[in-house]
């Protein structure tokens, strides 16, 4: 039986999933977790990945592998392949001065035109800029640009500091796909190439010789240890969009750390607004998306506010009537990314005698978060996406609230999936992928 592996390094864990190749079912599993923060240093998600790569088994017996990843993290390496400071994640919002100096010397609509996407703190671009304002001696170092996904790819296939890897420092060897490299604000998904001058303009200074990770189509791969077949790897929505087989008319919302909503087309996006970016996907196509900051957390810190588990705050905003009574909870705990707010905090209003109660403030939570997303939905829709059906997925999906609030929302219909890790699962299909040149139809 040969054996296929996918790998999310999201921003809470790492999970392993080890998939048959021919019919696609999960043999085994494997997580590790990850340490809290908005800024990390890579060598905790390496250890991770080792873990969580252990607890499933290893991959004596894996024929290929694919990792997908949390998207937009800055991994700044020196040219000796050290990384030169902690990686700033996507929910780290110090750039977001950054960001607006950036679009005010490019022009949203130039930067839209070139990158599908308005720089938000979130993006890899603006990370960089904000890395040559406050810390110019490390972007002084920068040798190579990678994401939390291209660099584990890299340190897997053997490289890295000559002290810790068995192959040294071949930055030259680093690689990613489309779906991740569009998300940086310095790729431009139509033409599939990298924009060099925003990338110096980020810097503020010349990049041309910056290594940045080679850009692998769907199906393509390089070399592992042993002969192991390593796929491109993916972004973690391209790669969830994978593992749900989503096709033309699919909208996909998970609903964990973030809340994201995308949908699969294949026509190039721009949204001079900045509320949807033109990301690419993981299989040839597009993937334009509204991302949110605040979304199962939301759900969590409500729980904790009314002394309840999960269950229990699911249980609470189901007796409630739609509309909480009037209760209106704007859930900006960590500012946001859609809109871009990133200085905002969250709002509770409406609050009467009458409406002030522990069931509708549960179901407060559970609206805001949702609406947030039916807002991106309507983006999407503006820029004229088909959109047919909602795939809801994610952590936070597993609520039974969160599912009927989901249905009543969004006026298409809306799919629960069998829960499961659907960025590995689809790390693992693109691996199949590469292995056997056919993308899979598990």
């Known amino acids: 039986m040969a054996l296929v592996a996918g790998v999310d390094s999201s921003t809470q864990s790492c999970k392993v999933v080890v998939r048959d190749l021919d019919t696609g079912a999960v043999v085994r599993t494997g997580r590790a ?17 080792r873990t969580a790569l252990a607890d499933a088994g290893g991959l ?46 490019v022009g949203a609509s130039e930067f839209t035109s070139r990158t599908g996407l308005v720089p938000v703190a979130s993006f890899t671009v603006t990370k960089l800029r904000w890395l040559a304002d406050a810390e110019p001696q490390h972007a002084a170092r920068v040798a190579a640009v990678a994401l939390p996904h291209d660099w584990l790819t890299w340190r897997l296939r053997g490289y890295g500091p000559a002290d810790e890897s068995e192959l ?45 990770p080679r850009v692998l189509g769907p199906s393509e791969h390089v070399q592992g240890s042993g002969g192991l077949v390593v796929s491109a790897g993916a972004g973690d929505n391209a790669a969830a969009a994978l593992g749900m087989g989503a096709r033309t008319g699919d909208v996909g919302v998970s609903i964990g750390t973030s809340g994201t909503i995308f949908a699969v087309t294949d026509a190039p996006i721009f949204d001079v607004s900045g509320t949807v970016a033109g990301f690419a996907d993981a299989a040839g196509g597009r993937l334009p998306i509204v991302t949110t900051l605040n979304a199962a957390r939301v759900f969590d810190v409500t729980a904790a506010l009314l002394g309840v588990d999960l269950e229990e705050f699911s ?33 509770l209003s409406g609050m009467t005698l009458a409406s002030t109660r522990r069931e509708n403030l549960a179901r ?50 809306v799919v629960a999936p069998a829960p499961g890790e659907y ?8 691996a199949a992928w590469a292995l056997t040149g056919i993308r899979p139809s598990w």
């Open 33 to 49: 977790p990850h340490p809290a923060g908005t800024e990390v240093d890579p060598t905790a998600w390496w250890a991770a990945l």
């Open 60 to 105: 004596d017996d894996v024929s290929a592998i694919g990792i997908g990843g949390q998207q937009h993290g800055l991994v700044a390496l020196d040219e000796s392949g050290r990384v030169i400071r902690p990686a700033l994640l996507w929910n780290d919002t110090r750039s977001a001065q950054a960001a607006a100096d950036l679009t005010a010397e």
């Open 168 to 212: 040294g420092p071949a930055l030259g060897e680093l690689v990613t796909d489309r779906s991740d490299a569009s998300g940086t604000g310095y790729f431009d998904p139509v033409r599939d190439v990298y924009d060099r001058e925003l990338l110096s303009l980020a810097l503020r200074r010349d990049a041309s010789d910056v290594v940045l």
């Open 315 to 347: 249980r609470l905003a189901l007796q409630a009537e739609p509309g909480a009574g009037g209760l209106s909870l704007q859930p900006w705990f960590e500012g946001e990314r859609t809109p871009n707010r990133p200085d905002a905090t969250a709002t």
């Open 364 to 413: 407060a939570a559970v609206e805001g978060v949702i609406g947030g997303l039916a807002f991106g939905l309507g983006a999407i829709r503006d820029l004229g996406v088909r959109t047919e059906r909602v795939l809801l997925i994610g952590g936070g999906a597993q609520s039974p609230a969160v599912a009927a609030v989901a249905r009543e929302v969004f006026d298409i219909p």
């Open 423 to 430: 960025v590995a699962l689809g790390a693992a299909v693109q």
